[in-house]
């Protein structure tokens, strides 16, 4: 049971080390909404199907803060652990009740158009959270999509039970 343990520890911390990479590796500015689009959902939605919604959560706000802060948007960093943070522990929830990743997927993604919704009208107006709404819901439709594609073989793999 500890060596379970352990693993699901260091794949939690591996993923967040991946949802990082992955942000900095495909980022496209968005100028309206003073954010960004990238891949960390990906890493975000791999450990809360694989792992669960403590690890979703982790990876979620540790990656989402870490981002922001490496990439220069240092006001977004509290909403992002926020945001990415319930993303990945609903995710992993959801998908640990209803073992439909689909209707996980696609809440969590709902949970993080709303968190950033709001981060940009508290940080801007309420215009700018309006404008962010498409390019947050195609982050987190990319990030879906591939992790959909990915978690078969990742589950494959990596056997955590």
Known sequence: MNHQRTQKQVLT???VAV???MGRFFLIPIPWTHG???LCDLGIMIAALMIGPLAGGVV???SGMILDLISGYVAY???SLIAHGLEGWVIGYLYQRTHNRYLALSVGVVVMVIGY???DTVLYTITAGVLGIG???LQGVVGAVVALVLIPALNRAVRLN
Do not use: H, K, Y
């Open 135 to 137: 390019t947050n819901i």
């Open 36 to 38: 960004n689009v990238n």
């Open 19 to 21: 949802a990082v990479v």
């Open 13 to 15: 911390a591996l993923l």
């Open 77 to 79: 960093a509290p909403f």
């Open 117 to 119: 919704f709001v981060a």
């Open 60 to 62: 979620g706000g540790l």
